[in-house]
T-cell receptor
Framework: NAGVTQTPKFRILKIGQSMTLQCTQDMNHNYMYWYRQDPGMGLKLIYYSVGAGITDKGEVPNGYNVSRSTTEDFPLRLELAAPSQTSVYFC???????????????FGDGTRLSIL | GQQVMQIPQYQHVQEGEDFTTYCNSSTTLSNIQWYKQRPGGHPVFLIQLVKSGEVKKQKRLTFQFGEAKKNSSLHITATQTTDVGTYFCAGYTGNQFYFGTGTSLTVIP
């Protein structure tokens, strides 16, 4: 059982480039999340999804986009990379049904992204 | 906006000493979770508290949720080197989890 898998693990981008961070989970969880973690800081919620076809903004959504076409996958898209987006990005999933979930979250290993 | 603050930001202890981290929210929380993140790793779920005044124990770890459901604490008795890492609280309100800034624990052998 792989849990939550994120790719790539590391990436360096130039300002203005775009990329997609991949996230997939094999636990059949309805809820999926994207967080960013800046050095010495907590996690800030970027976007979340309560199920396939449904996404919503978190605390810091500007500069990012997401889609959720399947239960398993929740990619995060950066369209015009900026230095302020240098961070570690974590994807997570949790079980539950309904409009919200307060269940434990299972995290992937993270993607370390630098924008120069 | 919603804020969840944690103190202290850093804590260095001698092995065998106790350790406590505190989490405070500006608003009432539905529930609170605690996570541990080892250096270079990802957050790992430790426990969830739901009821006002709730206390839960996991071996040397004691978790408390305040009566007003706006604060929480994690206490580790007799720290070990395996306790090293950053401890985060995550408060649930308004359909979202808000993570605290974390407390980084260093244990000196």
């Amino acid at each position: 059982n792989a849990g939550v898998t994120q790719t790539p693990k590391f990436r360096i981008l130039k300002i203005g480039q775009s990329m997609t961070l991949q996230c997939t989970q094999d636990m059949n969880h309805n809820y999926m999340y994207w967080y960013r973690q800046d050095p010495g800081m907590g996690l800030k919620l970027i976007y979340y999804s309560v199920g396939a076809g449904i996404t919503d903004k978190g605390e810091v959504p500007n500069g990012y986009n997401v889609s959720r076409s399947t239960t398993e996958d929740f990619p995060l898209r950066l369209e015009l990379a900026a230095p302020s987006q240098t961070s570690v990005y974590f994807c997570a999933s949790s079980p539950g049904t309904g409009v919200y979930s307060n269940q434990p979250q299972h995290f992937g290993d993270g993607t370390r992204l630098s924008i120069l | 906006g919603q804020q969840v603050m944690q103190i202290p930001q850093y804590q260095h202890v001698q092995e065998g000493e106790d350790f406590t981290t505190y989490c405070n929210s500006s608003t009432t929380l539905s529930n609170i979770q605690w996570y541990k993140q080892r250096p270079g790793g990802h957050p790992v779920f430790l426990i969830q508290l739901v009821k006002s005044g709730e206390v839960k124990k996991q071996k040397r770890l004691t978790f408390q949720f305040g009566e007003a459901k706006k604060n929480s604490s994690l206490h580790i008795t007799a720290t070990q080197t395996t306790d090293v890492g950053t401890y985060f609280c995550a408060g649930y309100t308004g359909n979202q989890f808000y993570f605290g800034t974390g407390t980084s624990l260093t244990v000196i052998p």
